[in-house]
């Protein structure tokens, strides 16, 4: 137990002294954000997480959490192919402090662990239809309607009835379902030959054929209803007019607990960002501010508010490493590499703030 727990330290002061070094190089691209928003932004967290949890330490915190990811969230996320890595074995994991090479798939899925720590239930103050689902689902369609020739070229955040196309549509993921198939019960999917099938874009989010494929619909569709308040508030603010800073206010005021305020941004920038083209049907995330130089908005914002939540685990150093090697040095993408920096800054400025009680610089 002694050796697991000496290389354990060693793989971290190793990989926390690269970041380090790497934290000293210079990029010409700017960050919005200076070290004394951090500094105000993480003691806003922390105050609203201890208030709120004031019998819970941190380790407390991030144990419930992680037990939460494993228990509640793993059995369903594997339908879902996101190339996320590997699972180590549990005596593996135990020595290295490592869940999974580069990442275990159910990480990805943190922000969820977040919301059902603080509202099991999901539930909410007041009843809603599933507008989130119903977007998601609208825009997948007009994707592949586009790609199949079916209709022109589009940009939801230029048409003034968005949300009447998405009260609408809510028929199609009644009752958290999300239905895939045309009027015949056929798929509705892009045409065409592909080399590899995985290539084809689907309205069908995830493996239909996976044996966890209905959980993880279902799931997945209870986070969207469950996150549905606070997108249909942004869908109403005018473009880059809303700071981090409000966001986080609003979702509080919305959902009444710091953790799932914080899991449920993210959720919700995921899905503006990655379940559909980002050129076309991104939208909400277009309401934010700009957090650093660049273009790929949607991006930078499920980038922040996610390393934000891997941040105040307490996973900065690995996953700060990881989207060294992967966003800096491979994709060459400086500006989201930026973003990871800053997000892990703040979750650990946060983490610092949640163990020392009284903090001169978060009074």
Known sequence: MRRGWYINTIMKKLALTILIILNFSSQAVEVFFDKERISNFACTLSKSIKNSYPDKSRRKL?????????????????????????????????????????????????????????????????????????????ARKRQIDYLNGDAPRFNLRNES???????????????????INDENGKPIQQKG??????????????????KT?????????????????????????????????VLFEKALEIYGDPLVAIGVIPWVFSGD???????????????????????????????????????????????GLLAWV????????????????LSLKIGKTVRKYLKKKGHKDCQ
């Open 62 to 138: 991030r144990k419930g959490i992680l037990k939460v990811l494993r228990e509640e969230i793993n059995p369903w996320v594997d339908s879902y192919p996101i190339p996320a890595g590997v699972s180590f074995p549990k005596y593996l994991e135990r020595i290295t402090g490592i869940p999974g090479f580069p990442m275990d798939r159910s990480e990805y899925y943190l922000q969820n662990a977040f919301i059902l720590y603080g509202n099991p239930e999901l539930k909410l103050k007041e009843p809603t239809e599933n507008y989130f689902a119903s977007f998601i689902h609208l």
């Open 213 to 245: 494929y209905d959980q993880f619909v279902l799931e997945s569709q209870r986070h969207n209803h469950f996150s549905s308040p606070l997108f249909m508030w942004l869908l109403k603010q005018e473009d880059y007019s809303i700071s981090p800073e």
């Open 161 to 179: 009835d968005l949300l009447e196309q998405i009260e609408s549509n809510l028929h199609n993921v009644e009752n958290n379902s999300f239905n």
């Open 273 to 319: 960002a990655l379940t559909v083209n980002r050129g076309t049907s991104s939208v909400v995330s277009h309401k934010m501010e700009r957090i650093v130089e660049g273009n790929d908005i949607p991006g930078y914002q499920y980038h922040f508010w996610g390393y934000l939540t891997q941040g105040i685990i307490g996973n900065r150093i690995r996953v």
């Open 193 to 210: 030959e592909f080399k590899k099938e995985k290539h084809r874009y689907t309205l069908a989010i995830g493996n239909p054929g996976h």
């Open 326 to 341: 992967y966003e800096k040095l491979y994709q060459k993408d400086i500006p989201d590499w930026k973003v990871d920096v």
